[in-house]
């Protein structure tokens, strides 16, 4: 036993504002890092991604942990 450290953060409060533009987000507008939990829009996570093929994170910089 002893204390356990997480490259994760659990940040799962009540704050459901987005990462990117700092406006409020609906559960039907969401996108989430499965790594380090932020939370964004849809809209503003296809803006950040800028047409690439893939999804990365705009705070862990982690490529394909984006779930929505």
Known sequence: MGIRYSNCNNTDNVN???LICWDHVDNIDLVKCYRCNIKLHT???ETYRNGKGYCKCPHCQQIGTLYG
């Open 16 to 18: 459901n504002d987005c």
């Open 43 to 45: 809209y503003c996570e």
